[in-house]
T-cell receptor
Framework: DSGVTQTPKHLITATGQRVTLRCSPR?????VYWYQQSLDQGLQFLIQ???????AKGNILERFSAQQFPDLHSELNLSSLELGDSALYFC?????????????FGPGTRLTVL | GQQVMQIPQYQHVQEGEDFTTYCNSS?????IQWYKQRPGGHPVFLIQ?????EVKKQKRLTFQFGEAKKNSSLHITATQTTDVGTYFC??????????FGTGTRLLVSP
């Protein structure tokens, strides 16, 4: 158990819909990262937040957005969902926002778009 | 942009055989991290290498960072079935974000 929690574990929805994925970082960690992992694919970095502010952006679509709240939990919003958005979405956290910090990954949310 | 490739993509070994995965970056890296993801699980941090030519060992696992800091390797001696999973390297250039490699999936038969 990494100490990072993600809800829900599974999500099944239809094309065109909007969903919200939630992540709670480890106690004391200020930075949250979101990754997308498609079937047999590597980890695609989406976005990073540090202490409530966006720190870095990766290959995040305009239909996706995220935020980190004052209590440091983060939400990833996916809208106008397409079949290709079906994937495993991981949240990770680290103590600081530096990229030489070890990242602790949550169990992931499996999103299926039908 | 920065790219990090890993070879092989997949390897199937018999228990007791050695295994090596290689990580190659298109740019010089500031540091490199290795993660392991078990089937159905999430990535778990294994180690970080920072210095040119650095070698670190964790029991049967040996990690190496190239002299030019553009490549790295993970070697497992005498694999066990518990080594099954996908191994990812993740590299960083300067103050840029970590870029994960494509991963090497290891299957170990008893």
């Amino acid at each position: 158990d990494s100490g990072v929690t993600q809800t829900p574990k599974h999500l099944i929805t239809a094309t065109g819909q909007r969903v919200t994925l939630r992540c709670s970082p480890r106690s004391g960690d200020l930075s949250v990262y979101w990754y997308q992992q498609s079937l047999d694919q590597g980890l695609q970095f989406l976005i990073q937040y540090y202490n409530g502010e966006e720190r870095a952006k990766g290959n995040i679509l305009e239909r996706f957005s995220a935020q980190q709240f004052p209590d440091l939990h983060s939400e990833l919003n996916l809208s106008s969902l397409e079949l290709g958005d079906s994937a495993l979405y991981f949240c990770a956290s680290s103590v600081w926002g530096r990229y030489d910090n070890e990242q602790f990954f949550g169990p992931g949310t499996r999103l299926t778009v039908l | 942009g920065q790219q990090v490739m890993q070879i092989p993509q997949y390897q199937h070994v018999q228990e007791g055989e050695d295994f090596t995965t290689y990580c190659n970056s298109s740019t010089t890296l500031s540091n490199i991290q290795w993660y392991k993801q078990r089937p159905g699980g999430h990535p778990v941090f294994l180690i970080q290498l920072v210095k040119s030519g650095e070698v670190k060992k964790q029991k049967r696992l040996t990690f190496q960072f190239g002299e030019a800091k553009k490549n790295s390797s993970l070697h497992i001696t005498a694999t066990q079935t518990t080594d099954v999973g996908t191994y990812f390297c993740a590299g960083r250039t300067g103050f840029q974000k970590l870029v994960f490699g494509t991963g090497t999936r290891l299957l170990v038969s008893p």
